[in-house]
């Protein structure tokens, strides 16, 4: 799987930027996909996290009410809606794909990365 990701910019604290991450080269429904970031001087992080369905979700705790993941199998596309950004959410964000459970992509079981996207967010 191929995996690019695009939507990345410099918003304002309070802002919102929405990520979309385009699949191919396999079925996109097969696999589960996550977003992870990482800042500069830090590890990458997970982020949020869907099923192949697109039915089940799950977030990290400082994404959680601010970030929505989502997914159309149809577009080969899953995306990052962030609303109420914060500073502390500068980071390169990168797309993942996983061919396990949903559990795969919280744990960073990863079998596809894609490039990063900059966000940054100004105080």
């Known amino acids: 799987v191929q995996l690019q990701a695009s939507g990345g910019g410099l918003v304002q604290a309070g802002g919102s930027l929405r990520l979309s991450c385009a699949a191919s080269g396999r079925t996109f429904s097969d696999y589960c996909m996550g977003w992870f970031r990482q800042a500069p001087g830090k590890e990458r992080e997970f982020v949020a996290a869907?099923?192949?369905?697109?039915?089940?979700?799950y977030y990290a705790d400082s994404v959680k009410g601010r970030f929505t993941i989502s997914r159309r199998n149809a577009k080969n596309t899953v995306y990052l809606q962030m609303n109420s950004l914060r500073p502390e959410d500068t980071a390169v964000y990168y797309c993942?794909?996983?061919?396990?459970?949903?559990?795969?992509?919280?744990?960073?079981?990863?079998?596809?990365w894609g490039q990063g996207t900059q966000v940054t967010v100004s105080s």
């Open positions: 993942a794909a996983a061919m396990g459970a949903l559990d795969s992509v919280i744990k960073s079981i990863i079998d596809y």
């Open positions: 869907i099923s192949w369905s697109g039915g089940s979700t």
